[in-house]
């Protein structure tokens, strides 16, 4: 097996990188292009003692990281912050061959704010401070001591962005990283240790393994010398390394799925109501935050489909390189069917298609709008994470909300009004980690990122990932010439 692969004119080598070493594994898994199912080559498929290595690595490099001052872990993740944005045209095209998501968003929005995840948290470090208190004349002071080695593990849908949402905290933090990317894109988080490496991360502070999750995982999460677990994903393997981590009671963050509502009330802006309803379809629908049932009021219900379906007739689905397309493929042939599966049993049990409803040659799917389904139908209710929406309509605040929150997941919700008034009621009354007001994915990494319900444990972002990366510790220290005895 050759070390390296070329995509797109830019190579990535296929091994695991650990302990500042490229490490080859026995066996290898094929990586396609979800573009034009080409296969791509040949990835390290490690397993326990991959992830053994890795542990160890990130664990011997643990107490020379934690101890390096906190401005020279800033400056460190600066230059890893320089490095993305130098071979932002790489990282782009690289992972637009791996994952199918636009190659036009990849360049002008993705992987900027990669590179802005690390700047951000090598900020946030140098900030991260906590007013001390008195309690009868003691000093109280919390500070944010490096955990240890944490597994992140990470899914496919934005790869290398929600990676390093991970990565650039808990390095930040102190902490050193065993990254396991997604099995359907590994690459881009290959050409991150590269360029780690490269602005001057010690040897084992970051390490990158890949393989099936099936395979590696299990050695990973359940290892007693990982500190911290971090995982974006769906909800069985959510409860897959939930267990693992259990019997070390290791801390976990869970970012999950969603079934986010998109609440159109009468009074809103319609054209605005449709465009966001429209944007649901970026990157193939294959978004956790996603609002993916359209809720609308009754009266508008009919225009709004109309308007709705003019729009979405427009939109282009093709080839993610090309500047044009709105729409690219799904991630794999696996994806694929699970997104027919769901929408053909939804045909068959009497909903709809307003638009769509059939796959495309390779791996596209046409954008669906179904209607005519039942609040406890399965369409309704799981998470497709494909360019799939229902509409339902509704009658008055109180339906709209009974409907909004009637799912097991919590993650985000938009709500399209004219009336701030109502606006501020019924955000009051979604469960969701994050609630737009006519905008969507309006992001901020001060703000906390996370669901709930089954749609996550714990918040990411700003102090909140420090909180998480961290062990938080409470110094007292009494005044000069404290008797403890009187007082
Ligand atoms: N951001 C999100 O909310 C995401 C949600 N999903 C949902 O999950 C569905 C299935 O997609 P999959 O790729 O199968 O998601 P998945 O949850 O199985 O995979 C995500 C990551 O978990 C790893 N993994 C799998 N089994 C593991 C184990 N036992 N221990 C440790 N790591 C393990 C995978 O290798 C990958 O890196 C999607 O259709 C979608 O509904 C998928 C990806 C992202
Ligand atoms: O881009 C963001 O701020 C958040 C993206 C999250 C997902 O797309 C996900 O986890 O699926």
Redesign the pocket.
Same mark, same amino acid.
């Given at each position: 097996m050759s070390d390296n692969i070329t995509v797109a004119g830019v190579s990535v080598d296929t091994r695991h990188w650990i302990g500042g070493e490229r490490v080859a594994s026995a066996g290898t898994f094929t990586d396609h292009s979800p573009i034009d199912g080409r296969a791509l080559g040949e990835i390290a498929r490690g397993g326990p003692d991959e992830a053994e290595a890795a542990v160890v690595a990130a664990r011997d490099a643990f107490p020379g990281w934690a101890a390096t001052p906190r401005a020279d872990r800033a400056r460190i993740l600066h230059a890893v912050a320089d490095g993305v944005e130098k071979r932002i045209e790489e990282l782009a095209i690289v992972e637009t061959t791996d994952n199918g998501a636009l190659l036009r968003s990849h360049r002008r929005g993705v992987m900027p704010?990669v590179a802005h995840n690390f700047r951000f948290f090598a900020d946030w470090l140098l900030r991260l401070d906590h007013e001390d208190f008195e309690t009868r004349g003691h000093t109280n002071h919390v500070g944010w001591d490096p955990a240890g080695p944490c597994v992140l593990i990470t899914?496919w849908?934005?790869p290398l962005?929600?990676a390093t949402w991970k990565v650039a905290p808990a390095l930040a933090a102190g902490n050193t990283v065993v990254l396991k990317p997604a099995e359907w894109s590994p690459l881009t988080a290959s050409l991150l240790a590269d360029i780690a490496a490269e602005a001057g991360l010690p040897a084992g502070v970051l390490n990158v393994v890949q393989g099936y999750g099936s395979e590696i995982g299990d050695a990973l999460t359940s290892h007693p010398d990982v500190r911290r677990i971090s995982f974006?994903g769906s909800v069985p393997t959510a409860r897959r390394i939930a267990g693992s981590a259990a019997a070390n009671l290791t801390p976990l963050s869970l970012?999950l799925g969603g079934k986010s509502p998109l609440l159109v009330f009468a009074d809103a802006d319609l054209d605005l109501a449709v465009d966001l309803a429209v944007e649901q379809y970026d990157?193939a629908g294959?978004?956790?935050?996603a609002a993916t049932r359209l809720l609308v009021e009754e009266p508008v219900a009919e225009e709004f489909t109309r308007r709705f379906t003019e729009k979405a007739a427009a939109l282009r689905q093709g080839d993610p390189r090309d500047e044009g397309t709105d729409i690219g493929p799904t991630i794999h042939p696996r994806q694929l069917d699970k997104i027919d599966g769901f929408v053909q049993r939804a045909l068959a049990a009497g909903a709809r298609a307003v638009i769509g409803g059939h796959r495309k040659d390779g791996q596209y799917y046409a954008p669906t709008l179904l209607t005519d389904v039942a609040q406890d139908s399965e369409i309704v209710q799981e998470e497709v994470f494909g360019p799939v929406l229902t509409l339902q309509t509704f009658d008055g605040e109180d339906e709209a909300v009974r409907l909004a929150n009637d799912t097991r997941f919590g993650l985000a919700a938009t709500v399209a009004t004219g009336d701030r008034e109502r606006a501020e009621r019924v955000t009051a009354r979604l469960v969701a980690g994050t609630v737009w007001v006519n905008c969507f $994915?309006v992001?901020d990494l001060r703000a906390p $990122?996370g669901g709930s319900r089954q749609s996550g444990v714990g918040r990411e972002g700003g102090t909140w990932s420090f909180d998480f990366y961290c062990d938080l510790k409470n110094t007292v220290t009494a005044p000069e010439g404290w008797d403890q005895d009187h007082g």
């Open positions: 704010r899914p849908n934005a962005m929600l974006t970012e990157n294959q978004v956790c935050l $994915f992001r $990122f």
